[in-house]
């Protein structure tokens, strides 16, 4: 079972940056489509931002698009998320996830994936 440990997370003001990291245990990660969700309080979790194994093809949801990028370093196992022009409703917990097959699109629909990390939080204040 993959492990996932995000960070990153914490209080800034709107209009301010964040990079969020999450480091992938496993030894194919290169050959994984990696992704971020997040869930903001009483909401469902929510597709954020995906990279796919044969970088540097990326998805971005339309709320993110602009302001949002994801990228991967394969030898350091570890996949990024930098965040400008925050707003208040960018707040919730972000979480990354590795696609559940390999070599495969990453999907949009958090219910397919067996498992998640504990996630980091994001606050962005007004």
């Known amino acids: 079972q993959v492990q996932l440990v995000e960070s990153g997370g914490g209080l800034v003001q709107a209009g301010g940056s964040l990079r969020l990291s999450c480091v992938v245990s496993?030894?194919?990660?290169?050959?994984?489509?990696m992704g971020w969700f997040r869930q903001a309080a009483g909401k469902g979790r929510e597709f954020v931002a995906a990279?796919?194994?044969?970088?540097?093809?990326?998805a971005y949801a339309d709320s993110v698009k602009g302001r949002f990028t994801i990228s991967r370093d394969n030898g350091q196992n570890t996949v990024y998320l930098q965040m400008n022009s925050l707003k208040p409703e960018d707040t919730a917990a972000y979480y990354c996830?590795?696609?559940?097959?390999?070599?495969?699109?990453?999907?949009?629909?958090?219910?397919?994936?067996?498992?998640w990390g504990q996630g980091t939080q994001v606050i962005v204040s007004s």
């Open positions: 996830n590795q696609a559940p097959s390999i070599r495969t699109y990453y999907p949009r629909d958090a219910s397919v994936f067996p498992s």
């Open positions: 496993g030894q194919t990660f290169s050959s994984y489509s």
């Open positions: 990279i796919y194994w044969m970088d540097p093809r990326t």
